[in-house]
Nanobody, 124 residues
């Protein structure tokens, strides 16, 4: 069993920055990839960024060059540095772990583990 706990998030004005962290505990995640998803009200969760076991990162187009995903050695912590935030980034952000093909492709239905989520609000 794996437990993911996010921290960070909050409210910021457009153009500002926020950092999210995710602490993983429990079973090893060595066979999995980790990533960040977000969910808008009334919408399904969408993948935002992911990192695989080789450290390669992927991003959705809308956050490229603004968000940076990273993880600590041993996959114990996952981070998302968000800069130049826009009101359309307002969502609940979730840390996720699961099969790489699912996490990297942003397929929320196949993610094994989720954090509790942390709210990000960007005001104009």
């Amino acid at each position: 069993q794996v437990r993911l706990v996010e921290s960070g998030g909050g409210s910021v004005q457009a153009g500002g920055s926020l950092s999210l962290s995710c602490r993983a505990s429990g079973s090893s995640l060595v066979s999995y990839c980790m990533g960040w998803f977000r969910q808008f009200p009334g919408k399904q969760r969408e993948g935002v960024a992911a990192v695989d076991s080789d450290g390669r990162t992927t991003y959705i187009d809308s956050v490229k060059d603004r968000f940076t995903i990273s993880q600590s050695s041993g996959q114990k912590s996952l981070f998302l540095q968000m800069t130049n935030l826009k009101p359309e980034d307002t969502a609940k952000y979730y840390c996720a772990a699961g099969p790489c093909e699912s996490v990297v492709s942003g397929d929320a239905a196949m993610v094994y583990y989720w954090g509790q989520g942390t709210q990000v609000v960007v005001s104009s």
